[in-house]
Structure formats: C-alpha cells, structure tokens
C-alpha cells in the first residue's frame, strides 16, 4: 500500500501514511500558466494498493477534479488498487431534485469516480450514506461522533447531557453521540426555503434548565442551523452549550455568528479551520488495519 495525500488533504495524509507506517508517493502539483491542474506522480505505483486521501471542500470543483487526475493516473501506472478517501464529499446535500429539472450533484460525482475505476471509497460523515449505494463498487462512511463524543467527556465531562440534532436529518448522529454519554437525545424542526435558502427553526420546549446540551451536526456552512438552535436552547435555562459537527465549511461569517450565539464548537480535520479540532487519521487508517 502507498498513499497519496492529495493537495486539500496533505496534512491528513500523511498523518494516515504515518499510523499506517506506509509510504507517501511523492506528487508534483502545479498549475499550469492558464489555471489548469497539472499531476506528476514521481514514484512508481505498479502493482500497489494506492489510497488518495483528497476532501472536496471548497473550492469543491477544483479539489474534486485533483482528485479523479491523481485516481486515473494510479491506474494508468499500473496501480492494481485504488481507494479514494474523501474526508469530506462534495455535493452531498444536492442528493436528490429539490426543484424540477435540477441537477443532482452527488449522483454526477459518483459517476466520475466510477469513470476513472476507483475500486473502494472512503468519506466521513457523508449527508446522506445512501449517495454510496450508487457507487457500485466498495462505498464506506465513518462516522466521527463517537471520537468528538470521546474528546467531549474527557476535555469538559458534560454532565447528564441532552444530546440536540438541529433537524431531524441528523438524528442518527444525535443517537451516536447520545451513546457515549448513555444519555437521551432529541431534534429540532427545520426548515429551508427552497429558493432562498433562507433556515426557519421551530421553537420547541425542551426540559433542559440546569443540565448542559451538546448539538451535533454533519456540517456547518453558514453557521445558521447552529446559530437557530442555540438561541432556542438557551432561552430555556441550559447549563453549558457543546456543538460537535464534523466538517467545518464555513462559508461567509459562519464562524461569527456561531460564536456570537454562544458555546463551545469542536470539529474535526476534515477540513482544515480555525476551530478546535481533533483529527479522522486514526479513524479513516483503522479501516486499512482491519
Ligand atoms: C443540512 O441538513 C445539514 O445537515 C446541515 O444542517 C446544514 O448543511 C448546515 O447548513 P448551515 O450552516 O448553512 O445552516
């Protein structure tokens, strides 16, 4: 096995390459004078299993095309394995027509990696698990709730926690995170518009005065999800206000306005941030030990 870390994911990689105690395959990545992607792998991959370890955050169009030039030029070169490992997958909450006529994102990007004959992909916390199944060859997704779940008890010992899924979308990660705590866990209603995409979240009476909460989430991007169930949460006499999401997108002011309603965030390395963060590496690298 070799790995291959790829531009978004070099620090991620390598951390993978070193639990696993494989080697990198060293890769030139350069643009060309007009902005194309240019790949040259420098080692040989011939007859080896090669992971490419890439997220798609954005800018998600780029990072994904990275991707797919590195996995067809794996096996071009010989390589007899690829396993694309992809922290975060791009397009996943376009998984299905919202609005008539509408491209689905998630559906096109599987596609490809099954044009380039990826044998085996790995995401974490993917939107919806269900996009893997039009993967026809191996799709696995990891979940990071029991390793936040594991850094919350240890760094901040909630206590007694309620565990909060801002919309009911999320409430099997609720229930994971709930399992670490052995506490109870309940969701939100939520709402998007269509077209604006405006959140709307409904008030709901939560017995939760004097007892702290953690929210978990797959993803924060504009931080408005979050930003909704805190201020519900804490007109009702919480105690201490935990957010775990796994993947830190941020776009625009997210990360004010989340601060600004208040608690603690943590995340993880999916995508790099600013945020506390605790790292996938052993979680993605235990999949190759077993
Ligand atoms: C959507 O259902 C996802 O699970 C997240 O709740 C959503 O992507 C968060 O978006 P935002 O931070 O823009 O509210």
């Not at 709730?145 to 899924?165: R, S, V």
């Not at 979240?201 to 924060?220: C, L, M, P, S």
């Not at 804490?234 to 600004?260: C, D, Y």
Request: glycine content about 6%; hydrophobic content about 45%.
């Amino acid at each position: 096995m070799i790995v291959i870390p790829g531009p978004a994911s070099q620090s991620l990689g390598f951390q993978i390459a070193k639990i696993l105690n494989v080697a990198v395959a060293p890769v030139r990545f350069d643009r060309f004078p007009d902005g194309e992607a240019y790949v040259r792998i420098l080692s040989s991959l011939e007859n080896k299993h090669v992971v490419v370890v890439q997220s798609t955050y954005p800018p998600q169009d780029q990072h994904m095309l990275e991707l797919l030039l590195i996995l067809d030029a794996a096996k071009d070169l010989g390589a007899t394995k690829t396993t694309a490992v992809i922290p975060y997958f791009a397009y996943a909450r376009q998984d299905k027509r919202f609005l008539p006529r509408e491209a689905i994102g998630a559906k096109t990007f599987c596609k490809l990696l099954e044009s380039v004959d990826t044998d085996e992909v790995i995401t974490v916390e993917i939107h919806d698990p269900c996009i893997l199944d039009r993967i026809k060859k191996a799709g696995q997704n990891l979940s990071a709730m029991q390793l936040l779940g594991k850094h919350l008890k240890k760094t901040y010992n909630p206590d007694n926690p309620l565990i909060i899924a801002p919309d009911d979308g999320a409430i099997d990660i609720a229930k994971s995170m709930a399992s670490v705590f052995d506490s109870d866990y309940t969701f939100l209603e939520k709402r998007r518009d269509k077209y604006t995409g405006e959140i709307h979240t409904e008030k709901k009476e939560i017995n939760i005065a004097g007892r702290d909460v953690i929210i978990v989430d797959d993803i924060v991007c504009t931080g408005g999800t979050i930003a909704n169930a805190i201020k519900i949460i804490k007109e009702q006499g919480v105690k201490r206000v935990f957010v775990a999401f796994t993947h830190a997108l941020f776009v625009k002011n997210a990360l004010t306005r989340m601060l600004s309603a208040g608690g603690t965030l943590l995340t993880t390395d999916t995508i790099p941030s600013e945020v506390d963060h605790i790292s996938v590496a052993p979680l993605i690298a235990n999949v190759f030990k077993s």
